[in-house]
């Protein structure tokens, strides 16, 4: 099962999710959602736990916890965090690429008007 976990710690590493999750029972992969050009996190990320009541348990253990000064939110992974996490990439893309269009580069090297 792949759950969605928010509220997450911007300093937390996909190990830190694993070790934490792993208290739970067996996580196949846990990985921190980084923002795709600044690659800092997002502050949420996904675990992947292959043993369903594993997983449900660690919905028990770790939704509403305090970690740090952040409280989690744990909840079954569903399309719309996984769409949510393309979007927000997306965003990032289109924001980045409306910066270079403005970008001159002649203007950097100071080649202006050559």
């Known amino acids: 099962m792949r759950l969605f976990v928010s509220g997450l710690s911007y300093g937390t590493t996909n190990g830190q ?13 846990a990985q921190i959602v980084l923002g795709l050009y600044s690659r800092h996190s997002l ?6 736990m292959p043993d369903d009541s594993e997983a449900r348990a660690a919905i028990r253990r770790f939704h509403g916890r305090s970690v740090g000064l952040r409280r989690l939110a744990v909840s079954a992974a569903s399309t719309d965090e996984m769409q949510q996490e393309e979007e927000q990439q997306q965003r990032e893309l289109d924001e980045a690429l409306a910066g270079m269009a403005s970008w001159d580069p002649l203007a950097v ?6």
Do not use: I
Request: hydrophobic share 45%; net charge negative.
């Open 17 to 29: 999710l694993h070790d934490l999750f792993a208290r739970a029972g067996h996580v196949e992969d």
């Open 109 to 114: 090297l100071g080649l202006q008007g050559l």
């Open 43 to 48: 502050g949420y990320g996904f675990v992947e």
